[in-house]
Every structure is written in structure tokens, then in C-alpha cells.
């Protein structure tokens, strides 16, 4: 088999695997989040579907597809229709770069644990963050419905203005590391600082994680960002229109997105699958102990997207604007000078 | 076995690219759309700027491509804001229609 | 093999686009074809090795600059556009010197030498961040002020006027 087709088979293997894995992983997520909402409330989340309500995604996702395809009158079909498939595919295209692990053997075959190692993977998901705008703006405006219009307004102006405060909070990461594939800044994380504090990007760059963590709330839309949505304001945002499949790409593009903000907080700020080395488990355990230091870190971001969903109020519009623009950036550009400075002073 | 493409395949290209760019530069009558003509001819010099930059194995035809995007972008912050304060005097996007230096 | 199919791919998707612009009436369907353009080019800029250029191209291009194109087609949700009699002379004249130009000018281009491989040639971040920062310095410090210029302007001509 020559080697491109071989190349070509092992990365379609790899994205169908990844793919499995995270509409799974996005599913019950949606289950985690309404079972940890549920108990902040008082309330018992899904309980009537398996046990503890484990198979409820199941039978959402059955619904989903059962529920009548509605195709109102006046919208603009064409983008209509496209708008949440550009949403789904762009959710699922940045998690190409995002690498799980070190490499994965199977016996004397042995492959990076990632669909593809990227040089710039840090701007492919910028690049791809900044384009997933559209499947948003287009599904407002196509559906020709003034909440739905009002609702992408929205979203749109709030990606574009948190997308640069996204943007600058990753650059001191960048300058301590020093490169832009992924793979390399975590590597630069293994190690201790002082022989017991993990050599994370977090410690130095505390500052950069929060600006980080905000702007990637308003870029995933979740509250206490939710604008775009605000079911009591806008009755459901850019998608009041949509119905069946049609929304649910929607959903799993918002999860999935999720996903795709904690593994890179993760990746650039908690040293990604590093972790301890849990010596005591069988050889053949050992190599997926990785693996779960990472699926571990992912599920402690996620747990923090819910448990802040269920704490915080949503933003006023105008404050909304104004934090991004006059606080957060600020913070990211001060941050930046911060550290340049330190390397500029530490570096001989 | 043809590894390589030859570099006057993508001049030829960008030059394609600038065409319609000049071509929607004169056919459209929608103020918008002929700002995105523009935009094309820009990307379409784009083009040619990494070309040669890659047929003389030097990146200053690509750092030339930096600067042409913040001019573009500059480009296009300020024209839109023309073509909004246009629109909300004259409610009209025809530039056939924006003919009076005064309203 | 590869290079020589995916640049055709991507040429003809990049020139199709580009038609599919000019003949699109609705604002709208032009601006998602010119992003569709800036996609390709820049997985032809990949071809060519400007690994750091095909990021920013997706980023400032399709992600900053047409989003306001977007934006802005929303806001004043502009209709199809109607040809007047200057534009169809436009066309009958246009499209045929248009197209003469790009003839000479593909004829002359072609002839030029030279051949691009993958991968013999990369601008990444680090190269032109030293060319940027050293021997650009000034004309990048300039761009800067460009860039405040235009921000100032642009507010100044969008801002509803209070009286």
C-alpha cells in the first residue's frame, strides 16, 4: 500500500474513532449538565430513562430524529439549511488538532494519540474558533425572524469582541513555550516547579487563564454569557426557527465547542495528559493512564461550565460589551506586556 | 511521477482572481458587493506576493502579505462605516443612486 | 501526484467561488463566496509553504473581515441588487476587455519558470516573526497607527450624531 493511502486510512480511522467518542462524550455531558443543575437546584435531574436516568441521551437523541423536520415559509433556504451543518462541521474540525496523549502502541504499530500534528495548531483553532461566527450570523438572518435575527446580532458582535481577548490571553502561554503546536507546550509543562508544584502554565499565567476562561464562556455562549440565546428575552436566539435534527446540530456544536475550550485549556494551562504516574497499575493499564489524567482535567472544566451555569445571573447586554472591551482585554494586554517583560529581564 | 507544480500556475491564478475582481469592480451596482471585489483583487495580489516569495525562497513577499491584510482590514472598518452612514442617509446600497455630492 | 491535485482542486474551487460572486445578486451569497475563496487561498498558501500566512489569512480574512461584511449585510439587510443600464454596459464592454487582459497577462505569466514541492519551503511563525520584528520594525510600528486611524475614523462615521 503506498504510503499516502496509508496516511489517508489511518487519519479516517482516527476521525471516525475521535468522532464516536466525542458526540458520545457531548451527549452526556448534556446528561452530567442536567444532573448537576438538577441537584444545584434541588431538584433530582433525568431519573426515569436506565439508571440514574444514563440512557436519557439516548432517548433524546431518538427523539431528535423522530420530531418533524419544520421548514418555516419566508426563510432564506439555502442558508438556512446550511447554517447549522457550517456550526457542526466547524465544531468538530478544530478537535483534528487537539492531541489526546503521547502515542498510542498497539503492539509494534504505534501512532500519535491525534488526528493530525500540526505545526500552527494553535491558529488552525483560532482560525476555526473565529469562521464558527457564521453558522450563528447566518442562522439569525436566514430564518427571517426578528428574534432569531436579534439573537445572531448578538452573537456575532459578542464572537468578534471576545474572540480578540481569546485571542491575546493564549500569548503569554505562547511566550513561555515558545511554539504553536500543541503538542510541544505540553511537553514544556512536564516537570515540578520547586520539586512539588506541577510545571503548569496555570502558576505563572494565572492571570492569562482567567482572561481565558471568560472569553471562552462568551465564545461557547454559556451562561453567564448566554445573550445570544436568552430564552426569557429572545424566546430561543438564532435557533427559535429551527426544529428536529436541525437544532440538535446546534446543541452538539455548542457541547461540542465546550469540549474543544476545555481540552485546550487543558492542553495550555494544565499540562494536558500530564499527571502522575500511578506506578501501580499492570503494563498494559499503564499506557491509557494518560489518557485519563487528560479525560480527567476535561471533566473537572466541564463540571466548572455547569456548576458556574448554575450559580451566575446573565450579563445585560451593555455590560456585557463593556467588560469585554474595557476590562478583559486591558487585563490580556497587561498581562502580555507582564510577561515579556519577566522574559525579556530573566533571559540573558 | 509530477511532484511539483510549476510557480506560473498560481500567478496564473491570482491573475484569474484579480480579473474578477476587476470584472465585479464594474458589473455590480451594489456598494457592498463591489468593496468585496476589492477585497478579491487584494487576496488575489495576496496570491502571487507567497509565490514569489516561494520561487525566491524569501519570506519577505509573505511578511508584504502582513501588511496587506492590515490595510485591508483597516480598509474595511472604514468603508463599511462609510457604507452605513451612506445607507442611513440616502437609504439606498446602488452606487447608481449615490450620484449628488449633496442631499 | 498530491501537489498537482490538490492546487487543481483548490484553483477550481477558488475560481468557481469567484464566478459564483459576480453572479450572485444577493449581497449575502457574494459575501459566503468570497469566503469561500479565502479558504481555498489558503490552503494554497499551505501548498506553498506559508504555513504561518494560510492561518492569519483564515483568521483576519475570513474570520474578522468578512464577518463585518456579514455584519454588516445583516444590519441593513440589504436586498438583491437591481442592474442598471450603465452596469449592463459595463458588462458588454467589461467582460471581454477583462477577459483579453487575463489572456495576455496568463500567456506572459506562464511562461515564467520555476516549480513549487511540499514542504521544501516554510514560513512559519518563527522566520517571519525575526523578519517582522527586525528588519520590519518600522513599517510594522507604522501599520499600528494605521490601524488606530482607521479605528477612530471608522467610529467617527458610524456614530449617530446627537443634536
Not at chain 1, 92 to 101: K, N, R
Not at chain 1, 167 to 181: D, R
Not at chain 1, 278 to 307: D, E, G, N, R
Not at chain 2, 18 to 34: D, H, L, P, Q, S
Amino acid at each position: 500500500m503506498p504510503t499516502w493511502a496509508q496516511f489517508v486510512l489511518l487519519s479516517a480511522a482516527k476521525s471516525v474513532v475521535v468522532i464516536i467518542i466525542l458526540l458520545t462524550a457531548v451527549a452526556y455531558a448534556v446528561w452530567l449538565e442536567r444532573k448537576v443543575v438538577g441537584r444545584m437546584q434541588n431538584r433530582w435531574g433525568p431519573t426515569r430513562v436506565g439508571p440514574f436516568g444514563l440512557l436519557q441521551p439516548l432517548a433524546d437523541g431518538i427523539k431528535f430524529i423522530l420530531k418533524e423536520d419544520i421548514i418555516p415559509t419566508n426563510v432564506y433556504k439555502p442558508l438556512y439549511i446550511a447554517a447549522p451543518m457550517i456550526s457542526v462541521a466547524l465544531a468538530l474540525m478544530s478537535i483534528a488538532v487537539v492531541p489526546f496523549g503521547e502515542q498510542l502502541r498497539f503492539g509494534s504499530f504505534s501512532t500519535p494519540a491525534q488526528i493530525t500534528d500540526v505545526n500552527v495548531a494553535l491558529l488552525v483553532l483560532l482560525g476555526v474558533t473565529s469562521v464558527a461566527v457564521y453558522g450563528v450570523a447566518l442562522a439569525g438572518w436566514s430564518s427571517n425572524s426578528k428574534y432569531s435575527l436579534l439573537g445572531s446580532l448578538r452573537a456575532s458582535a459578542q464572537m468578534v469582541s471576545y474572540e480578540a481577548s481569546l485571542g491575546l490571553s493564549l500569548i503569554g502561554v505562547l511566550l513561555l513555550s515558545g511554539s504553536l503546536s500543541l503538542r510541544e507546550i505540553v511537553n514544556g509543562q512536564s516537570g515540578t516547579y520547586f520539586g512539588f508544584l506541577p510545571r503548569w502554565n496555570f502558576f505563572p499565567q494565572f492571570i492569562a487563564f482567567f482572561v481565558y476562561l471568560t472569553a471562552a464562556f462568551a465564545e461557547t455562549n454559556r451562561i453567564p454569557f448566554d445573550l445570544p440565546e436568552a430564552e426569557t428575552e429572545l424566546v430561543a436566539g438564532y435557533h427559535t426557527e429551527y426544529s428536529s435534527m436541525k437544532f440538535a446540530m446546534f446543541f452538539m456544536a455548542e457541547y461540542t465547542n465546550m469540549f474543544t475550550v476545555a481540552c485546550v485549556g487543558t492542553l495550555l494551562f494544565f499540562g494536558g495528559w500530564h499527571g502522575p504516574a500511578l506506578t501501580f497499575l499492570p503494563m498494559v493499564v499503564q499506557s491509557f493512564v494518560p489518557l485519563f489524567w487528560f479525560a480527567f482535567k476535561i471533566f473537572l472544566f466541564l463540571f466548572l461550565y455547569i456548576w458556574i451555569r448554575g450559580t451566575l445571573p446573565r450579563f445585560r447586554y451593555d455590560q456585557l460589551m463593556a467588560f469585554g472591551w474595557k476590562v478583559l482585554l486591558p487585563i490580556a494586554l497587561a498581562n502580555i506586556v507582564l510577561t515579556s517583560l519577566y522574559i525579556g529581564l530573566t533571559t540573558p | 511521477m509530477m511532484n511539483t507544480v510549476p510557480i506560473s500556475w498560481y500567478l496564473v491564478l491570482s491573475a484569474v482572481l484579480f480579473a474578477c475582481g476587476v470584472t465585479g469592480f464594474i458589473i455590480k451596482r451594489n456598494i457592498i458587493t463591489i468593496f468585496m471585489s476589492i477585497e478579491l483583487m487584494l487576496n488575489a495580489v495576496n496570491l502571487s506576493f507567497v509565490a514569489f516569495a516561494y520561487q525566491w525562497k524569501q519570506l519577505n513577499g509573505e511578511v508584504f502579505v502582513f501588511f496587506v491584510m492590515v490595510v485591508a482590514a483597516a480598509e474595511a472598518a472604514v468603508g463599511l462605516a462609510i457604507i452605513i452612514s451612506v445607507f442611513r442617509t440616502r437609504e439606498t446600497l446602488s452606487v447608481d443612486k449615490v450620484d449628488l455630492l449633496k442631499l | 501526484m498530491m501537489h498537482t491535485v490538490l492546487f487543481i482542486i483548490f484553483a477550481v474551487v477558488c475560481v468557481a467561488a469567484a464566478i459564483n460572486l459576480l453572479a450572485q445578486r444577493h449581497p449575502i451569497n457574494s459575501a459566503l463566496s468570497l469566503i469561500v475563496v479565502m479558504g481555498s487561498l489558503a490552503l494554497l498558501y499551505l501548498l506553498l509553504g506559508a504555513e504561518f500566512v494560510a492561518a492569519v489569512q483564515i483568521i483576519i480574512y475570513a474570520g474578522a473581515i468578512m464577518v463585518l461584511f456579514v455584519f454588516t449585510i445583516m444590519l441593513l439587510n440589504a436586498g438583491e441588487e437591481e442592474l442598471s443600464k450603465s452596469s449592463r454596459v459595463a458588462i458588454v464592454f467589461g467582460v471581454p476587455a477583462v477577459a483579453v487582459i487575463v489572456a495576455a497577462l496568463a500567456y506572459i505569466l506562464s511562461r515564467g519558470a520555476g516549480t513549487a514541492a511540499l514542504g521544501d519551503f516554510i514560513g512559519g511563525p518563527k522566520e517571519i516573526g525575526r523578519l517582522l520584528f527586525r528588519d520590519f520594525l518600522l513599517p510594522f510600528e507604522v501599520t499600528s497607527v494605521l490601524i488606530l486611524i482607521a479605528i477612530m475614523g471608522a467610529v467617527v462615521l458610524a456614530r449617530r450624531e446627537e443634536r
